[in-house]
């Protein structure tokens, strides 16, 4: 049986999440990272958006009560995982602690093996003001004005940075420097509202475009996964104007994604689902987990690199899994009792 999905959206979470692991888990670093994490922060923004559109008001704590039973559990895995690697070896201290703007004192505890945990630590910050979005979204300009203002506060914050300094100085980790893109996410959900209106999603000319700005996106984030840091790039992919760049660019892909839908049978529509919802998992846990397996085979005298890479990533995947399938009983044993 055949059913319209927008498929598209699914596999550009999962080129994210992959750009992310492939970031960590080679060294030296390429440059997707930054590249892949900008889009994450986007369509995070793009997805509250959608839900403003579909409702006419908003209940808050029913809102609060749904994000808590997904994403708490998530988070105390990936919370607890970094406290046991940093009592492991607690010889280095997190990148984003260190005196610098946009640090987090109160995470110092943790090892920055584990900065995935920094991302949902952003995205409930930001989650924390989606009332105010929603108060905003009422207003024909509320939305554009939070995210010109949100933005022309991080480009002053950046010009005090000198240039090429490591991380943009802590800026890269505050949640006040990426809410000018979160903020830009909800904006692009009114280019999806302007397509879902005049049914351009149905012409050849949008369909034949999306397909050129998806393999633009992947073209870029391939490069970028395998071009190392030239002295020409060297941090270039912590900037303001990367950034900017590459987030105007989600603003648009993203929404045509969602607008593109094409017929795909049960089991592919299923299994990229599937896919797709596995990447929030792995996103969290496989940095803490990647440095936990790799210091396992070493103890068994095994040096290659492959090995480490190839044995992180089965037991991310795995342990992501195992995530979700407890994650799911959880879900039926709420519905049977109730």
Not at 62 to 74: C, E, I, M, Q, S
Not at 87 to 93: I, K
Not at 287 to 295: A, E, I, L, S
């Amino acid at each position: 049986m055949m059913k319209e999905r927008a498929l598209l959206l699914d596999v550009f979470r999962i080129i994210l999440c992959i750009g992310v692991v492939v970031y960590h888990f080679v060294w030296p670093r390429p440059s997707s990272g930054p590249f892949m994490v900008n889009g994450f922060l986007v369509m995070s923004g793009f997805l509250v958006g959608m839900m403003f559109r579909k409702r006419e008001t908003l209940d808050v704590a029913a809102f609060y009560a749904g994000k808590v039973r997904r994403l708490l559990p998530l988070f105390l895995v990936a919370l607890v995982l970094g406290i046991a690697y940093h009592v492991y070896d607690d010889s280095l201290l997190p990148e984003w602690s260190e005196g610098a703007w946009g640090c987090f004192r109160a995470a110092d505890f943790l090892s920055h093996f584990n900065t995935p945990l920094w991302y949902m630590v952003v995205e409930c910050m930001l989650l924390l003001a989606v009332p105010f979005f929603f108060f905003l979204h009422r207003s024909r300009w509320g939305i554009p004005c939070a995210a010109l203002f949100f933005m022309l506060v991080t480009a002053c914050l950046f010009a005090q940075i000198p240039y090429a300094a490591p991380f943009g100085k802590g800026l890269y980790y505050s949640p006040l420097a990426r809410c000018w893109q979160f903020v830009l996410g909800i904006a692009a959900s009114g280019l999806y509202a302007s397509l879902a209106q005049h049914q351009a999603q149905r012409s050849v000319f949008f369909r034949v475009a999306v397909l050129l700005l998806f393999s633009l996106f992947v073209a870029v984030g391939v490069v970028l996964m395998f071009v190392e840091q030239v002295k020409e790039l060297e941090y270039w992919n912590y900037t303001f104007t990367f950034d900017l760049l590459t987030s105007c660019f989600y603003a648009l892909l993203i929404p045509c994604l969602f607008a593109f839908t094409c017929r795909v049978g049960e089991r592919t529509a299923a299994s990229v689902s599937y896919l797709a919802l596995l990447t929030y998992p792995v996103f969290l846990i496989h940095v803490p987990v990647y440095k936990f397996t790799c210091d396992a085979i070493e103890l068994y005298g095994y040096p290659e690199k492959w090995v480490y890479r190839v044995s992180a990533a089965v037991v991310t995947v795995l342990l992501s899994s195992l995530l979700m399938w407890a994650e799911g009983k959880l879900v039926n044993c709420r519905a049977a009792n109730k």
